[in-house]
């Protein structure tokens, strides 16, 4: 089963953040002992309260405008197929090529993700399943993941607030890491069956030919499932489940109501926390739901013997591995919240990893992250965090991005007959992405360490 063999990486992610938050500790001890000097309150505040003033460049044409679309076209276009939105790119991009401030640059992230995203998932509803006659995207999957996901990106931006910048850089970077790596192994193993099967459908046809004693030309072959030829339209109405969008849009209305009211409480008053408390109980709500919901259809399959997958992930749906896609759906989302992404980087490869096939775990991964990513741009929004110019500029190139992305990648994986390139491009927009974070992070920690910055953990209360 998928947590078996997953052990090693996940022994691998919690030692490493084990060891790195420890760190901190020590980190925080030496650096209050040093500046135990600094008595009075004005010290204090600059101590353990890093500003960061907002820096809107001018929209106007140069060559930091043209290598920055150049960067968010590719970085959209294969992000999406991979279904990890691409923000490990976008906002090193937006922050050292532009010019923007970290904040204002992860804001703009999220709507290149929500372009990205939205484009992505209105061309996968025209698309019809690879090999079964169901929705390309997994609802179930959806489900399950979505709240966690939402619940984790506030809590990811919780801890942005107190983690320190360096051990953000960090976290990143070993979880960058390990997914990769972890997916391009997956994308061999797939890379492999894949020339496997070739293999074997050679040979059958080699043996159907000297069966017969003829030569076949420019035969083709037929599909394992026989599907009629439907319109695009039929297609898209096919593959809409109303219902379960309807739960989901219930999911993102509320969390963003509670957000709006809490960035309007005081900071850590009673208010505040209870508001913040409030997105617990309507994340594990709606999980829940359809955790028990697997959890039943599953033994029920396994009663009368019917041990076909219940949805795309080819595991069987114990207590122990829905908890297990809980925490992971918390991690991609606290991830998303810390580096300003949809969490994708996460969801993508554990997708892939619980069986489910590259082009529906793509599919449902950037569907998952249209909700997530909009809820933080309808948010920044509010609290005019990006200018407009910027956001509707790289918001429709990413838009563009995500068509041509999908509709390249498509075409190669039914030409080559690979779907494990997805594999490879998911893997690949990881790996840069830890690149181009470790790259900044490490700069940036350098300064820090120059003018002596505070480097443990902050206040969040204080540091609001």
Wanted: with cysteine; net charge positive.
């Amino acid at each position: 089963m998928f947590i078996f063999s997953t052990k090693p990486f996940i022994i691998y992610l919690f030692t490493s953040f084990f060891l790195s938050i420890l760190s901190t500790f020590f980190l925080t001890h030496s650096n209050v002992h040093n500046y135990s000097f600094l008595s009075t309150t004005p010290s204090l505040n600059s101590l353990y309260h890093s500003t960061t003033h907002q820096v809107w460049p001018e929209l106007k044409f140069s060559w930091r405008l043209v290598l920055a679309t150049v960067i968010g076209f590719l970085g959209s276009a294969f992000g999406t197929v991979g279904g990890v939105g691409g923000g490990g790119i976008f906002v090193p991009m937006l922050t050292l090529i532009i010019g923007f401030d970290t904040k204002s640059a992860a804001a703009l992230s999220k709507c290149m993700i929500m372009g990205a995203s939205a484009s992505s998932v209105w061309y996968n509803l025209r698309v019809p399943h690879p090999t079964k006659e169901v929705p390309i995207l997994d609802y179930d999957l959806a489900l399950l993941f979505q709240p966690m996901l939402m619940l984790g990106i506030t809590l990811g931006v919780a801890l942005s607030v107190v983690f320190p910048y360096w051990l953000i850089t960090v976290l990143i970077i070993i979880l960058f890491i390990g997914t990769s790596s972890r997916s391009f192994f997956r994308g061999t193993e797939m890379w492999k069956e894949e020339t496997n099967m070739k293999k074997e459908m050679a040979k059958q046809l080699d043996t159907a030919v000297n069966s017969h004693g003829e030569l076949l030309i420019d035969t083709e072959y037929e599909p394992l499932i026989p599907q009629e030829n439907k319109t695009s339209m039929q297609i898209l109405c096919f593959n809409l489940r109303w219902k379960r969008i309807l739960v989901l849009m219930v999911v993102w209305v509320s969390f963003l109501l509670l957000q709006i009211i809490k960035n309007n409480a005081k900071v850590c008053s009673v208010w505040y926390w209870v508001l913040f408390s409030l997105q617990f109980p309507i994340a594990f709500v709606v999980f829940g739901n359809e955790a028990v919901k697997l959890y039943k259809d599953h033994k029920r399959r396994l009663s009368t013997g019917n041990i076909e997958c219940i949805c795309e992930a080819s595991i069987e749906w114990t207590p122990l591995h829905i908890t297990f896609c809980a925490l992971c759906g918390i991690l991609g989302g606290t991830v998303g919240g810390l580096l300003g992404s949809g969490g994708g980087f996460v969801l993508g490869p554990l997708l892939l990893e619980i069986g489910v096939i590259p082009q529906v775990a793509s599919a449902t991964a950037t569907f998952v992250m249209m909700f997530s990513s909009s809820l933080s741009v309808v948010e920044f929004y509010l609290l005019k965090r990006f200018p407009i110019p910027y956001a509707l500029y790289l918001t429709g190139v990413s838009i563009l991005a995500g068509f041509f992305g999908q509709c390249l990648v498509r075409k190669l994986v039914a030409i080559l007959k690979r779907a494990s390139i997805i594999v490879f491009i998911l893997s690949g927009v990881i790996f840069a992405s830890a690149l181009t974070m470790g790259v900044v992070g490490i700069q940036k920690t350098i300064q820090m360490i120059h003018i002596h910055e505070f480097m443990g953990f902050l206040s969040f209360c204080s540091s609001q």
